[in-house]
């Protein structure tokens, strides 16, 4: 089978790999759709045998340059190993994967939380174990989730990663009681949050420093929108809500500038949640934070279960998940496909098998 391999600077390869046969416990699943997440940068992006903060922190125990990308990965259960039951998968199944593994036994594990695994730093698939930007994928059977019928593979790649960390943030948030949240970046993650925010009953006002972005927002549902290129945020904030700011924010794009204007946008006793991965961020607490009230919390992805009630929300929501992809891509165009994501600029890709 190939698979898409990230040689270091800015390249990309397509390198052919032996086809993963499945040992006890494990499933082979036949890719359809594999997602680009914007965290794919950090990792396409390294520099070639350096260790950069990327690589000491995705824990590389193999050779990066060898390591299959791709970490939304939604298909077809091809083959199953000895041990797995058929609660777990069946061959033929639509499935998505939660992309991560730990030691299974700890209590983040066992609740669904692997990423955060007490005992062992977890798997992330493509990003520490191969991936899923190839034709076929080794996963352990507990990693597997059933992809709804309602849904196109592409869509449930998005749930993977993008789509549902937005929503496993505005889960915590709490926007079912409506309000108005503010949603930081419109790229795939807060395009994603602000088509959630809006099926959860909360007014959106959608902020990018880029215009197509923000039609693609008003597209997704925003009431409002703010270039903080154009317009001070916190000041826009204010004046669409009376003069008291946001009662929630999501922030998704990582900007230092955007960070401190979501807290500085918030009402008194507002809510901010933060999953855009950037610099270090200093922030007033006394002011921003102890005297107004406010609180703010980090988000990281989702668990399993969240990730499959997270594809029964866009279900019964008639979310347009695959409204968020621009570009349909072959393992064959990696290397364009990437060249156009490094620019940050167009809306989600995915390859399709
Ligand atoms: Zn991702
Ligand atoms: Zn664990």
């Keep these: 089978m190939l698979g898409i391999v990230f040689p270091g600077d800015r390249e990309t390869a397509l390198v052919t790999f032996p086809d993963p046969t499945p040992g006890p416990g494990e499933v082979i699943v036949e890719m359809k759709a594999s997602g680009?997440?914007?965290s794919d940068l950090h990792l396409y992006r390294q520099p070639k045998g350096g260790t950069s903060v990327s690589a000491a922190m995705s824990k590389n125990t193999e050779d990066p340059a060898t390591l299959i990308r791709?970490?939304?990965p939604c298909g077809i259960v091809a083959a199953v190993g000895a041990g797995v039951s058929e609660r777990l998968a069946r061959v033929g199944q639509r499935v998505m994967v939660h992309h991560y593994w730990g030691c299974a036994v700890c209590g983040e594990c066992r609740t669904g939380w692997t990423q955060l695994c007490e005992n062992e730093a977890p798997k992330m698939y493509g990003t520490n174990a191969h991936g899923s930007h190839a034709h076929y994928f080794k996963v352990p059977a507990q990693t597997i989730l059933p992809l709804p019928d309602e849904l196109s593979f592409e869509a449930g790649a998005a749930i993977g990663c993008g789509s549902g960390t937005s929503y496993g943030a505005l889960k915590r948030l709490r926007m079912d009681g409506g309000g108005t949240i503010a949603v930081f970046g419109q790229g795939p993650v807060g395009l994603a949050g602000t088509q959630f925010a809006k099926a959860m009953g909360a007014r959106v006002i959608a902020l990018d420093i880029s215009d197509e972005r923000l039609a693609m927002a008003k597209k997704f549902g925003a009431d409002e929108i703010i270039n903080p290129a154009k317009d001070d945020a916190?000041?826009?904030l204010k004046d669409l809500t009376h003069g008291r700011g946001t009662d929630a924010a999501?922030?998704?794009s990582g900007?230092?500038?955007a960070r401190l204007e979501a807290i500085k946008g918030l009402k008194r006793w507002g809510t901010g949640a933060f999953v855009g991965i950037g610099?270090?961020?200093p922030i007033?607490?006394?002011l921003d934070m102890i005297l107004r009230q406010v609180t703010i919390f980090g988000?990281?992805?989702f668990s399993a279960p969240w990730q499959e009630e997270c594809a029964r929300f866009a279900v019964d929501h008639k979310i347009d998940v695959d409204g968020i992809f621009t570009h349909r891509w072959a393992l064959e165009q990696a290397d364009e496909a990437y060249k156009l994501l490094d620019q940050q600029a167009c809306g989600k890709g995915v390859f399709v098998m």
């Design 36 to 38: 680009m997440c914007g």
């Design 70 to 72: 791709g970490h939304e």
């Design 234 to 236: 916190v000041s826009a």
């Design 250 to 252: 999501l922030e998704t």
């Design 255 to 257: 900007a230092v500038s």
């Design 279 to 281: 610099a270090p961020t």
């Design 284 to 286: 007033d607490i006394n």
């Design 299 to 301: 988000s990281v992805t």
